[in-house]
């Protein structure tokens, strides 16, 4: 959310727009040791009016062995109210950016 003007801290500071995690689902496939380096890759797979998913997938730089599968939805918050609000256009459209073209 950096590239909103502002970055995060303006959207939930003086927007009052907060992105809870509402779900989350982890697969682990594989170890990580110390010492390891872990590439992550992160991309958008669904938007909804008011929430959004994130697809994040965790491999081993050395070898590319995929270690870990996380899907995560979001949904877009009135801080004040505390109630789910559609995804403002601007965070949309970064969003949209982001998203995992399948």
Do not use: W
């Not at 009052?16 to 040791?33: I, Q, Y």
Request: proline content about 4%; overall charge positive; glycine content about 8%.
């Amino acid at each position: 959310m950096d590239e909103l003007p502002g970055g995060y801290s303006e959207l939930v500071m003086k927007r009052r727009v907060g992105l809870p995690t509402v779900h989350l689902e982890v697969d682990f496939t594989a170890p990580l040791r110390f010492g390891d380096v872990a590439r992550i890759e992160l991309g958008v797979t669904r938007i909804g009016r008011s929430s959004c998913t994130l697809q994040t997938n965790i491999s081993r730089n050395r070898d590319g062995t995929k270690v870990a599968a996380v899907r995560s939805v979001y949904v877009a918050t009135d801080l004040s109210a505390l109630r789910a609000i559609g995804i403002p256009d601007d965070m949309r459209r970064l969003l949209d950016g982001h998203t995992i073209r399948t």
